[in-house]
């Protein structure tokens, strides 16, 4: 399921470069083949820190809280909006922040990418936190609270 939604959040990429592309905004040809692996792998990392989120929280009401304060901050704590060294020439604090979100490594390895670059140190962070967060929410995972104990279909009582 995780890789089905990532494939999904990959197509919806595209065709926003796509749109983007009417606006002039257009990357090198090889770039749309070489951010491919990128996406994906970015995807199975934020994918990785949702399942972790969703196993931890118990209740639908607190992912709003999840949201403000763990989500939002990550956003707009990353280079998504601002690049590396805007942030840095900006704000010297901020930039070690952002070095520390695991969102921004994601938006680099993408934006390197695009252009047919490899940010090894991003690779690397998103490779490491893409583990962690899947080895994470492996382990929190608890399968009284998943779809087939809702329907009484586990434990094969009856």
């Known amino acids: ?72 901050p990550m956003f707009f704590a990353s280079s998504a909006l601002y690049p590396l060294w805007r942030v840095q020439e900006g704000s010297p604090f901020l930039y070690y922040v952002c070095q520390a979100n695991p969102f921004t490594h994601a938006t680099e390895l993408i934006r390197f990418a695009l252009y047919g670059q490899l940010n090894v140190e991003s690779l690397a962070v998103v490779c490491g936190c893409t583990l962690v967060f899947m080895l994470g929410a492996i382990l929190a995972y608890d399968p009284s609270r998943g779809f087939l104990a809702r329907r009484g279909a586990a434990g094969g009582d009856g």
Not at 10 to 19: D, N, T
Not at 24 to 47: C, H, I, N, Q, W
């Open 1 to 72: 399921k995780l890789l089905a939604t990532v494939l999904v959040s990959c197509l919806q990429v595209y065709v926003f470069l796509l749109i983007a592309w009417f606006w002039d905004v257009r990357p090198p040809t090889y770039g749309y083949v070489t951010a491919f692996p990128a996406l994906v792998l970015a995807g199975l990392m934020l994918g990785a820190l949702g399942l972790l989120l969703s196993s931890v929280i118990r209740q639908l009401e607190n992912f709003a809280g999840v949201m403000n304060f763990v989500i939002f």
